[in-house]
């Protein structure tokens, strides 16, 4: 059985929720990389790197995994995730 996710990041020394992650992936890739896909930013070597240390680096979790936050981010689109809105 695979971990949940709130357990891989609380191993990785983060110690927020799920929601921040997500909001947090979300906004560093519309920030970073707002005219890519998700998938050439995964697949590229430095802008992976880029995008990943700075998730590491806003989350304060620098153990967390290079996979798990690209994965992470795949995920949002493909799960239909969207940040929740004020007033909303």
Known sequence: MRPRHADVLKESGYAGDLETF?????AVKAE?????????LAFGKETSATYCATVRKR?????LGRVFIL???????????????VGS
């Open 59 to 63: 989350l304060n979790a620098p153990r």
């Open 32 to 40: 970073l990389y707002p005219d890519i896909t998700d998938e050439i």
């Open 71 to 85: 994965k992470g981010l795949i995920s949002l689109r493909k799960h239909g995730w969207r940040p929740q809105t």
């Open 22 to 26: 997500r909001e947090t992936l979300a």
